[in-house]
């Protein structure tokens, strides 16, 4: 079902520069961005080009750069399959995305996200959907809003029946 109306008054995007923090906030996020590496890599490698149109005559190299790259649709997928759509619009999600590529150099394709970008936009997601009603934690550490993400991420799949051991313990977590 698509919503129609937005959830929140004040939908202008804002991007957290993560260098103006303090260094605990840095260290903390760099900790958990290696805690989650492997789950964010999994979902990276589910959601890419999940929402794809199928052409023939594709030669493998394009092929290839259309593997390693994530589009703003599949990160809406990404959210609304893990019911963090109440937290955020796919308007929201979309200026997001073209956000954290003007802010990394990407020129190419303002929708299409690599790895790299991938997990700062998590980031970026995480403190801005959290910095407002209807779940305001922002007078807390901007880490606590990324793995208050994933703390909803694994509720959400052992809600649907998904094994949530990728978000208890990566590393002992094998997912092909």
């Known amino acids: 079902m698509l919503k129609l109306e937005k959830p929140h008054k ?9 260098d103006f923090e303090e260094d605990r906030d840095i260290r903390a996020i760099d900790y958990l961005q290696k805690k989650y590496h492997k789950a964010i890599r999994y979902m990276y490698v589910r959601y890419s080009n999940s929402i794809g149109d199928v052409k023939t005559g594709k030669d493998f190299d394009e092929f290839a750069q259309k593997t390693q790259s994530i589009k703003a649709v599949d990160v809406w997928k990404l959210f609304k ?3 963090l759509d109440d937290y955020i619009t796919i308007f929201e999600c979309q200026e997001m995305v073209k956000l954290v590529n003007y802010r990394s150099g990407n020129k190419n394709d303002p ?4 790895f790299a970008g991938f997990e700062r936009c998590l980031l970026q997601l995480a ?3 959290y910095s407002r009603p209807p779940k305001d934690l922002r007078v807390n550490p901007p ?16 809600k649907t029946g998904i094994n949530p051991q990728l978000f208890d313990d990566p590393d002992t977590a094998y997912f092909s």
Request: aromatic fraction near 14%; proline fraction near 0%; hydrophobic fraction near 50%.
């Open 10 to 18: 004040n939908n202008e995007v804002t991007y957290f520069d993560i």
């Open 81 to 83: 399959e893990h019911s």
């Open 111 to 114: 929708l299409v996200l690599d």
């Open 127 to 129: 403190v801005f959907m």
């Open 143 to 158: 880490a606590l809003l990324y793995e208050e993400m994933f703390r909803m991420m694994r509720a959400q799949c052992e």
